[in-house]
């Protein structure tokens, strides 16, 4: 997980955070102070973040230690211990906001996922995530993806073609759509389109899609277009997809199904850092 974009990142945060100085911190522990904190779980999950809580402490001050006591991937439960710090007991409170908001909200990620992938397993189908990621986090949140056991869609704009509904409209149909993106796309270039109806996917297929993405279908809408598809193109099922309906959509036949939600509202876990004695 260590890269210099990290911790450019992790600098800025924590120049965010922390300004001209840690007021409390100051105000109440000699700068000499020492102390060993400890990372545990508060919750059932799946930890990921372990690395990027290093980097947090390592960034804000290289004479703590840090002692990971469990690896990204690995269940959690109440009381799993994490990590370990010690050196300055005024970096490890400085440092801790930072290094919490992190893990729990990228564990939340891993949870989610590991949950849903869990579901998706049995009938062969990739769960994979969207461009709904938070600004600053989107690297960090598809690492999460992966480490739950799901997989990453496009990382942006530029390394694939996604034609959605406005796409279609400004360019006058499928058929056109698809069209003007081969005669722009490099040989190495994926091309997927969004479609609403099976009329559309049937053009799709014609047009030589890619990826075909069934947007908000119903179950029996979905494997209708599954079959006409036929294995011609990889097929996509994305809206609104959940632990309640993901299953139906798994048994239509798709190949993948994307889920926004895996990024874009997924609940923290609960993790806290406590202090032991300061010397």
């Known amino acids: 997980m260590y890269s210099r974009m990290l911790d450019k990142q992790l600098e800025e945060w924590l120049a965010e955070d922390v300004g001209s100085g840690d007021l409390t911190s100051e105000a109440l522990l000699p700068a000499e102070a020492v102390t060993c904190g400890i990372i545990h779980a508060k919750d059932t ?14 960034v804000l001050d290289p004479g703590l230690t ?31 906001r930072l290094a919490l908001n992190l893990l729990q909200h990228l564990s939340g990620i891993a949870t989610r996922t590991r949950k849903l992938a869990d579901l998706a397993r049995p009938y062969g189908t990739r769960v994979v995530d969207t461009r709904k990621t938070t600004p600053g986090l989107r690297l960090l949140e598809k690492y999460a993806v992966r480490t739950g056991g799901g997989h990453n869609h496009r990382l942006g704009l530029y390394d694939a073609i996604l034609i959605k509904d406005n796409h279609i409209a400004v360019s006058g149909g499928v058929k056109e759509a698809l069209a003007r993106a081969k005669a722009y796309a490099s040989h190495m270039t994926k091309i997927e389109i969004e479609v609403e109806s099976l009329e559309q996917a049937r053009e799709a297929v014609e047009g030589g899609a890619d990826v075909i993405m069934l947007d908000n279908m119903a179950p029996d809408a979905m494997k209708e277009c599954v079959d006409m598809i036929s294995h011609r193109a990889v097929v996509e099922a994305s809206g ?8 139906a959509a798994a048994a239509a036949g798709v190949d993948v199904i994307s889920i926004g939600a895996l990024t874009h509202s997924v609940k923290a876990l609960d993790i806290s850092l406590d202090v032991g004695e300061i010397k």
């Open 66 to 96: 840090f002692e990971a006591l469990a690896r990204d991937g690995e269940p959690l439960e109440p009381g799993t211990l994490i990590a370990k710090i010690t050196g300055s007991a005024r970096s490890v409170l400085t440092g801790e």
């Open 45 to 58: 999950g799946i930890l990921c973040g372990v690395e990027v809580a290093r980097r947090v402490f390592q």
């Open 240 to 247: 609104g997809i959940d632990e309640h309906n993901l299953e």
